[in-house]
């Protein structure tokens, strides 16, 4: 019995956490992608953070052209 009682309030939490993790504005998203630029644009990053990737990328090469661009030399 204390299995069945135990499976239910995990059952019970789990399904309020799934509640609880469903966007407040009523989104639906149809792609993953979708999810995460929204989820972006609503997260504010700190500004260290922000420093130190603008730091560590400062030395990367440019990215390479795309095989179109350099076929027609656009």
Known sequence: MKRRTTFRTDQQQEQTAAHQAQPASGHEFATPEELLRF??????????????LQKSSADLPP?????????FGS
């Open 63 to 71: 990215p390479a052209r795309s095989w179109l661009r350099r076929l």
């Open 39 to 52: 989820d972006a644009a609503q997260t504010v990053v700190p500004t260290e953070i922000a420093q130190r």
